[in-house]
């Protein structure tokens, strides 16, 4: 493991992705003068949308929330294919001078904090043959995603290796996979399913989605009408303002009232299938979950897509549980199979806390599960860290903005009081206080598997992980950063200025 004399700096960010390129942006427009790189993973940046390769990839929000909110989307189509959305991420990078702070194939293994020089000194792999070197910075912000890049979420099925064909997970799709003419099992109801249906029917001989359990749909149409007629008739900018302030009020509108009335949200959802799929359909047994709305997040088909093909008898859907894969297909638990040539296992994804690494500060690990959330960007006794997780019931990039522009709050309260150290500890109130999952109210697997790897929240602010964008607004851009939670202290050093 070897160290080179520059490689420290005041801040380091975590990932070249949607999040990581967005608070590097804040970073250059609100503290120019932060000497700051990213360090990315994988070879190239986009995050999620360069991953992930599969037929139909596209946005499960409309890019005028997921887009950013200094950089307008211009494109008509407001539900976004993955190379648009690419394209986008790599334009906003290039226009705020950002590639150049970007280091890749850099993975984060191992971060040790230390307060004797209010250091973080940063285990990285570098290079292709993974060698150990050393990054040293004075503040860390992890924009790595929620999930392991390395593979997705596969159960273990009974008699997988008795199926001839082709068995594909959509986070390692084969570029020169060939489904035209053949029959394909997608397993799963996900967001990547639905997005899959639709385009693998156009070429296949028939597709399959087979589900254990029902998921709510919600159509919209791939354009925002009003979007592009305000585009017409206005500046840019405004424009897009005020489309996003109508669709962050309509996202939370919707998420309020399927809280609040369910009976009523769940009329609505499913009778969306209802209508488009007849009254001889079996609508309950297939799309009206035993759960209510937005207890885990809906699935957006623009234009009504997975219905419309289901309808067309290109595609079908299979409620039941499997019971192994056989040499042509899969045998279902009622004892009928899906014939297929194709079995594509849209089973998800396997999340991870802060991108898998380890942090210990001064010599100590950290132990998660042990530790609260602050206001759920930083972690209780660790310093000098802010994380980016987005929304759950809301577009992802709503949220990592608030981070930040907080993190750049942070930053600036820094250097203005001449404190190299920044950590969240439990004021003599909150000691003894009720914990709480770091998420609650959502019943979502890919969250349920690692609630017990995560941070807890508390019962009171700022200890609560908030899944509201108007109450962050406030928490992150306008509550006092001195709540006596939130430690500001160490002097600043002559050598390296870590804060501007």
């Known amino acids: 493991m070897h160290e080179s004399t520059s490689n420290y700096h005041d801040v380091v960010i975590i990932g070249a992705g949607l999040s990581g390129i967005g608070a590097a942006c804040h970073l250059r427009a609100e503290l120019p003068d932060i000497d700051f790189v990213i360090l ?120 997988r290796e008795r199926f001839a064909g082709p068995i594909v997970h959509p986070q390692a799709w084969p570029e020169d996979l060939d489904y035209d003419g053949k029959r394909v099992a997608v397993i799963g109801s996900g967001a990547t399913a639905v997005t899959l249906l639709p385009e693998l029917a156009k070429t296949a001989a028939h597709v399959t989605m087979l589900q254990r359990s029902p998921t709510y749909m919600i159509a919209f149409p791939d354009e925002d009408i009003i979007a592009n007629v305000l585009g017409r008739i206005l500046p840019e900018k405004l424009a897009y303002r005020i489309t996003r302030w109508k669709n962050i009020r309509l996202q939370a509108f919707i998420f309020r009232v399927a809280r609040k009335r369910p009976r009523f949200a769940r009329w609505l959802l499913v009778g969306q299938a209802r209508r488009t799929l007849g009254p001889n359909y079996d609508v309950d047994k297939h799309f009206n979950p035993n759960y209510d709305p937005w207890e885990q997040r809906l699935c957006l088909i623009p234009n009504n897509d997975l219905l419309e093909t ?55 690990r950290i132990d998660f599960p042990d530790v609260f959330t602050y206001k759920g960007v930083m972690i209780e006794k660790v310093p000098n860290m802010i994380s980016t997780f987005g929304y759950i019931n809301a577009s992802w990039t709503l949220r990592a903005d608030l981070i930040a522009r907080f993190s750049c709050r942070v930053l600036e309260h820094m250097r203005e009081t001449g404190s190299r150290k920044c950590v969240p500890v439990l004021r003599a109130e909150d000691e003894g206080m009720a914990s709480q999952p770091w998420v609650t109210g959502f019943s979502s697997g890919y969250l349920q598997r690692v609630m017990d790897k995560l941070p807890k929240q508390g019962d009171r602010e700022p200890w609560l992980n908030s899944q509201n964008y108007f109450e962050d607004r406030e928490k992150f851009l306008k509550s006092t950063l001195d709540d006596g939670a939130l430690r500001f202290d160490g002097p600043a050093r002559a050598e390296v200025n870590t804060a501007a």
């Open 310 to 364: 289901i309808r067309s008898g290109r595609a079908s859907v299979v409620t039941d549980r499997i019971e192994s894969f056989t040499e042509s297909g899969i045998l279902l638990g009622s004892g009928e199979s899906i014939e297929a040539d194709i079995i594509v296992t849209a089973t998800g994804l396997d999340i991870v806390v802060l991108g898998g690494a380890e942090f210990h500060v001064d010599g100590k």
């Open 40 to 159: 990315e993973g994988r070879e190239r940046m986009g995050g999620t949308w360069d991953l992930f390769r599969y037929p139909g990839i596209r946005s499960d929000s409309d890019m005028h929330t997921l887009g950013y909110r200094f950089k307008p989307w211009k494109d008509a189509k407001a539900i976004a294919d993955g190379p648009a959305i690419l394209r986008y991420i790599r334009d906003t990078a290039s226009e705020h001078d950002i590639e150049g702070r970007i280091r890749y194939r850099q993975r984060l293994i191992r971060a040790e904090w230390s307060s004797e020089d209010c250091t973080w000194t940063l285990i990285v792999e570098s290079g292709e043959n993974r060698e150990l070197r050393q990054v040293r910075c004075g503040f860390l912000l992890m924009c790595a995603g929620y999930y392991s890049y390395e593979h997705g979420h596969t159960p273990d099925f009974p008699g």
